[in-house]
């Protein structure tokens, strides 16, 4: 079984910073890609930033250059440090993790509530 556990939301004012993390547990062989996605209310889920394991990032235009994705591999971790917020970046975030046990299998983790005030 793999368990992934979110942290690090909150209300901020625009112009802060939060950061998130996910710590990834359970029967793990491999992690290949981990990432962060949103959701804000009444639109579709979308990828803010992923990370292989070999640390190449990638970002959503709308977040390069104020987020970054990072993770340790020692405790299958991925952190996003989110700066400059905006009232737009208000959504609910969730971490992804592509784990090797067998075949790949993709694990979402519970949602993390960010909001950011004008």
């Known amino acids: 079984q793999v368990q992934l556990v979110e942290s690090g939301g909150g209300l901020v004012q625009a112009g802060g910073s939060l950061n998130l993390s996910c710590a990834t547990s359970g029967s793990i062989s491999s992690i290949d890609t981990m990432a962060w996605y949103r959701q804000a209310p009444g639109k579709q889920r979308e990828l803010v930033a992923n990370i292989i394991s070999l640390g190449a990032t990638n970002y959503a235009a709308s977040v390069r250059g104020r987020f970054t994705i990072s993770r340790d591999n020692a405790k299958n971790t991925v952190f996003l440090q989110m700066n400059s917020l905006k009232p737009e970046d208000t959504a609910v975030y969730y971490c992804?993790?592509?784990?090797?046990?067998?075949?790949?299998?993709?694990?979402w983790g519970q949602g993390t509530q960010v909001t950011v005030s004008s």
């Open positions: 992804n993790v592509k784990i090797w046990r067998g075949t790949w299998y993709n694990y």
